[in-house]
């Protein structure tokens, strides 16, 4: 058994976001409105419009649209003695447009759905913040997952430093999620559980803390999450330049996770060990990568060794994440990824991409995908358009489909 045994997880984790919560206090008296009625007067309101069509076609069965349209509107005061307050109202409708058949629909284009996502205080000055409320967290165990029409959001309180040059720490306790497609937020332990398909009851949040250092050109980071009863985990990442060949330039990424079962280990046993590496040479506007991930086997636990990552989706860390797969939540074995990335001109970029995920235990898959953007100028300023395609193999015929995602958005 890899327990760690002797520690509660909460205590490995919240004495450390605790301890910068506490740090964060004094000193956050930054004004930048002169008055209460200046920070409302002085605010901002932003947004989005989203128009959003999924195709998946399936081997072997009629193809399924879900179309939606629906954004964002967000509003944020601007600071009054280092107070300010934001709310972002999130909206998703099908038109009458959906199949009745809620099994042919893409479940994160919801058909009516209207949520207050965010809504949060901030205080902040000193080189820190502390926010509380419903938020955004972008971590690398939780992040908005923000590619369909509504991103996953938090009841949590979130704390950062950046007093000292080049490095930034946070914390973070997440209480509840509101997952993409719903319109209401429920426990954190509950979610996971429910994810991975463990018949309990939890009533217990998540701890999250990381560092980001990036003192010159090299860049490193370090991240731990607790979730009580159920598992811990560790990542360690760094990015530094190699050299610069007829201009070549190379750069370099390696990354380490480590997961490892909690208190009563709700979701099973969980031992899991991976690393992967990432190599770029970008040369003006092309860049060309190369990424290996690997998660070594363990046959008595979860997944065979397996990555439980109950916040993301294919948006977790990993080197190797496609459009729809990756070896997160699935099975240890390794994954090959390669990727071409193209700027054509201020406004179109495309990029085509290759992975193949050789799972133990499980059927082994590959990936190809094509994402082609365009932002349009002049008086339609703040329009752009995505389309995004993969094509999904498998050993299995049944297992094959291919997936378009063409999206139509305005950023105002």
């Known amino acids: 058994m890899s327990r760690l045994t002797g520690t509660d997880p909460v205590n490995r984790c919240g004495p450390l976001a605790a301890a910068m919560l506490i740090a964060a206090l004094p000193g956050l008296a930054l004004a930048q409105a002169e008055s209460l009625q200046e920070a409302f007067s002085d605010g901002e309101v932003s947004g989005n419009l989203r128009a959003y069509h999924n195709i998946r076609d399936a081997h072997g069965s009629d193809a399924n649209h879900t179309f939606a349209l629906g954004g964002s509107l967000h509003t944020e005061t601007a600071p009054w003695s280092g107070v300010s307050a934001g709310a972002t109202f999130y909206t998703s409708n099908g038109l009458g447009l959906q199949y009745e058949e809620r099994s042919r629909r893409n479940a994160n284009l919801p058909d009516d759905v209207d949520v207050l996502g965010e809504a949060w205080m901030q205080y902040e000055g000193a080189g820190n913040r502390l926010r509380a409320g419903r938020l955004k967290v972008d971590t690398p165990f939780s992040n908005p997952s923000d590619a369909f029409l509504i991103p996953i959001t938090y009841e949590a309180l979130s704390v950062a430093n950046t ?25 954190i332990g509950q979610f996971a559980l429910d994810r991975y398909g463990v018949v309990d009851d939890s009533d217990k949040g998540a701890w999250i803390a990381g560092a980001r250092y990036q003192p010159a050109e090299r860049q490193w980071q370090a991240w731990a999450m607790a979730l009580p009863d159920l598992f811990t985990l560790y990542y360690v990442r760094m990015d530094t330049p190699l050299a610069d060949w007829r201009g070549l330039a190379f750069d370099l990424g390696v990354q380490g996770l480590y997961g490892d079962d909690a208190g009563d280990a709700l979701a099973d ?32 636990a979860y997944g065979r060794g397996a990555l439980p990552m109950p916040f993301s989706y ?78 999904i193999g498998s050993d299995q015929a049944d297992a094959r489909f291919v997936e378009v995602r063409p999206q139509l958005q305005y950023v105002f």
Do not use: C
């Open 163 to 187: 007093a000292i040059d080049g490095l930034e720490l946070s914390g973070h306790y997440l209480r509840r999620i509101k997952n993409r497609p719903d319109d209401a937020f429920e426990r």
């Open 269 to 300: 046993r969980i031992n899991a060990r991976g690393g992967g590496l990432q190599l770029s040479l970008s040369r003006n506007a092309t860049t060309l990568a190369l990424a290996w991930n690997r998660f070594w086997e363990d046959a008595d």
């Open 314 to 391: 294919s948006t977790g860390p990993l080197f190797t994440n496609s459009m729809t797969q990756t070896l997160e939540n699935s099975a240890a074995g390794q994954a090959y990824k390669i990727s071409l990335k193209q700027s054509f001109s201020p406004r179109w970029s495309g990029q085509v991409s290759y992975a193949r995920y050789q799972r133990l235990g499980a059927v082994d898959t590959d990936e190809a995908d094509l994402d082609i953007s365009y932002a349009f100028g002049g008086g339609l300023e703040g329009l752009s358009l995505r389309l995004r395609v993969g094509v």
